[in-house]
């Protein structure tokens, strides 16, 4: 019983393999895509960086401050789409040099997070409640579904 499992193993690593290798790419197209990635993220990062730096926006209405609130979130998912995908492209060379350059930016999620704690507390100033571990959980979900719509075609 045994050796027809093992058989039948061994025949479905060897069918899978050729579609789980990735072609490697030389340095240089390998790094122009993942700069494209981290260029939206520096963009979104400063985004960040200056709504860390003023005061709570104000909403005469509770749609227009969930509305605000969305667009940040999606935001953040799209910072951490564009970082994951720079590290894909990055992963398709062996250089080194271009994988330093990849995860790099990778703190950048460190503003991320202050920018939800922000907004936590801007929720508060508008008479609602927002979990920052909740919304971690949304971005979480959410991110896989971005990097399938920014993925840069081979």
Known sequence: ????LVAALLLLG????PALAREERPPEVARARMEHHLARVRELAEHFETVLGREC???STTREWRAYLDAEIDRV???IAHLEEAWIEAKYTGDD???RDAKAP???VDRARALVEKLSGCAEGH?????PMSVWRRIEREVP??????ALPN
Do not use: N
């Open 106 to 108: 990778r703190k950048r």
């Open 77 to 79: 998912v799209l910072l």
């Open 14 to 17: 060897a069918l899978a393999a």
């Open 1 to 4: 019983m045994r050796a027809p």
């Open 57 to 59: 926006p104000r909403f």
């Open 127 to 131: 008479g609602a409640a927002l979990s």
């Open 145 to 150: 579904g971005r990097q399938a719509e920014i």
């Open 97 to 99: 040099d271009v994988r």
